[in-house]
C-alpha cells in the first residue's frame, strides 16, 4: 500500500507561481511513473505532467514551457512547478502514482485557483 500527501495548492492571480508537493508513503519501493493530473470545473481528469523512476518526463501541451515536474527519490515525492498561471489552470490537482506490485494510487487532491 502507499499513502499520498499533497500540498501547495492556493490561490493566486494571473501570472503567478505555485508549487505543488506529494509525499509517498508505505511501500514506495514499488513506485515507477509518478504525475499529476487535474480536473477543472465542468471538465474531465487530465494529465498535466508526469516522470518515471529514471527522470523521463511529459506533459500536457496546454502546459509546456510553464509547468516543470521534478521527482526526489530519497523522499518519495514528487513536485510540480507552476509558473504563469492562467486562469484556466484553475482546477482541482491530483498527484498520481504507480506501482508495479500494486498499481495506481491517487491523491486527495489539492484546489489551485488562479483569478485574472
Known amino acids: 500500500q502507499v499513502q499520498l500527501v499533497e500540498s501547495g495548492g492556493g490561490s493566486v492571480q494571473a501570472g503567478g507561481s505555485l508549487r505543488l508537493s506529494c509525499a509517498a508513503s508505505?511501500?514506495?519501493?514499488?513506485?515507477?511513473?509518478m504525475g499529476w493530473y487535474r480536473q477543472g470545473p465542468g471538465k474531465q481528469r487530465e494529465m498535466v505532467a508526469t516522470i518515471t523512476d529514471d527522470g523521463s518526463t511529459s506533459y500536457a501541451d496546454s502546459v509546456k514551457g510553464r509547468f516543470t515536474i521534478s521527482r526526489d527519490n530519497g523522499k518519495n515525492t514528487v513536485y510540480l512547478q507552476m509558473n504563469s498561471l492562467k486562469p484556466e489552470d484553475t482546477a482541482v490537482y491530483h498527484c498520481k502514482v504507480f506501482t508495479w506490485r500494486y498499481g495506481d494510487y491517487w491523491g486527495q487532491g489539492t484546489q489551485v485557483t488562479v483569478s485574472s
Open positions: 508505505g511501500s514506495t519501493f514499488s513506485i515507477t511513473e
